[in-house]
């Protein structure tokens, strides 16, 4: 895995998840992340697909390396996105998750639930998801069979 601060990490929330997603756009920074973020930038309610879609486009089209979304359960994030070509959201609320979505799903887009992980969670649960690569072996196969 490149180191975080070679990475270009796009961002998406929707209302729900715009603090957390605030966050962690300061965080991914002061880390030398490069950041995109697709909105939305307040807490007026608004629809996740209008920037989930845009994010995901971008890690799909590998503009971006990564994506991260937030919602209030991180499915609405996980379920546009997913709606992309060459897009592997995963929902994670624990590090051990993330560890394992990079690890055996080749996840690129993780999708954090702001209605259940505080701040201090959500870092320990990125710096999870960068902290490891896809496996392959046996899991490569697997995830073929996903992308029939």
Known sequence: MKPINE?????????AGFGLKSMIQ????????????????SMEKCDFPDFAH????AVGKGECDFGIGCCYTG???????????DVR????????LAKNVRRFFD????????GCVAPDKAIDIIGAFFSFDFEG??????MQKVNK
């Open 7 to 15: 990475l270009t990490i796009a961002l998406a929330s929707d209302h």
């Open 26 to 41: 300061l965080y991914l920074e002061r880390e030398g992340a490069k950041v995109v973020d697709f909105g939305c930038n």
């Open 54 to 57: 845009p994010m995901a486009e």
């Open 75 to 85: 499915n609405g994030m996980a379920m546009a996105a997913n709606r992309h070509d």
């Open 89 to 96: 959201a995963a929902i994670c609320w624990e590090p051990r």
């Open 107 to 114: 996840a690129n887009i993780l999708c954090l639930p702001a």
């Open 137 to 142: 072996g046996h899991y490569e196969k697997r």
